[in-house]
């Protein structure tokens, strides 16, 4: 965060993290220090892109301007003024628009990355790359205490401190071969951290995840509360860390409006859900790993079925 922010200075700066806002000077510093440097003036045989950068200005706006509903012009088109057709865009979007476009650039480097294996050693491919978009954005954000983070799906989710982020990166890539865990737990994270919260439901698919990958590692199990106790049989686990996994699936099986219905009125907030997310988390780290030094030490293996 700078000085004049950091200190209250700014008459014009709110504070606290900016959340339900994308003030003029936030959207300036985007496009100039991250997008221009993205952007080439397309859909025009005079104009060369010698440096192979990967967005063309006029169809990029139109992408844009499909998801903030405004209508081009003629001089969106131009290639004299298309620029300043992509910058009107940005500017004048709602506050919530213009996160949407934020994603969306993301999502366009993404599906642009592919063309540039092979490439030619003079072009600069990595910068070129969604990973630094990503880090790009996330530092302005930082910077100006952003309430928001681009994960690595180029979706915007409520801002970590940067070792839990990682952690929570590391959870999902962790289960790529528990398909279904997966599923469950980008479900969690969205209902948890993204722009639409559902805390019931992150909850409900925290202990899914969870459920999941115990159900592959140990099968024949139709429950976690069955998982749990073929772990507490086996003693695979300490008991008394088994018993803190018992009650969190007391927990979310208790919790109006989470695994079951009822007749109260659901009252999990934000902080329930995030953390039952980073419980989750941790639990199918941990269950992950033990059960691969269990292997290692046998010489054996496990299938691994859904």
Request: charge should be negative; charged fraction near 30%; aromatic fraction near 8%.
């Amino acid at each position: 965060m700078k000085f004049s922010h950091r200190n209250g200075f700014d008459p014009n700066r709110q504070q606290g993290p900016i959340v339900e806002d994308a003030p003029p000077w936030l959207r300036d510093e985007f496009q100039i220090s991250i997008l221009s440097k993205l952007t080439y003036v397309d859909l025009d045989s005079r104009q060369k892109n010698k440096e192979m950068l990967p967005l063309g200005i006029k169809s990029l706006n139109e992408r844009l301007c499909i998801e903030t509903q405004r209508q081009m012009d003629d001089s969106d088109w131009d290639t004299w003024t298309c620029a300043d057709g992509l910058a009107y865009t940005l500017k004048h979007c709602e506050w919530y628009q213009f996160y949407d476009c934020v994603e969306v650039v993301g999502e366009q480097l993404k599906s642009v990355e592919p063309s540039y294996k092979g490439a030619p050693g003079t072009i600069d491919v990595a910068a070129f790359s969604f990973a630094a978009y990503r880090k790009k954005v996330n530092d302005v954000f930082t910077k100006h205490n952003v309430g928001w983070r681009l994960n690595s799906k180029s979706q915007l989710e409520s801002a970590l401190p940067k070792d839990l982020a990682d952690r929570m990166d590391g959870v999902e890539a962790g289960l790529d071969k528990f398909e279904a865990a997966r599923e469950h737990f980008g479900k969690a994270k969205r209902y948890a951290l993204g722009t639409h919260r559902d805390c019931e439901n992150s909850i409900k698919e925290s202990v899914s995840a969870f459920e999941s990958v115990g159900k592959v590692l140990h099968d024949r199990t139709a429950t976690l509360g069955d998982v749990l106790s073929r772990m507490k049989k086996e003693g695979s686990v300490p008991p008394m860390l088994v018993s803190v996994m018992e009650k969190f699936y007391a927990y979310a099986n208790a919790e109006p409006g989470v695994r079951h219905g009822g007749v109260q009125k659901p009252k999990s907030g934000d902080m329930d859900a995030e953390l039952a997310l980073h419980l989750s988390g941790a639990f199918i780290r941990y269950i992950i790993e033990v059960q691969s030094q269990e292997i290692n030490e046998n010489g054996g293996s496990v299938e691994e079925t859904q």
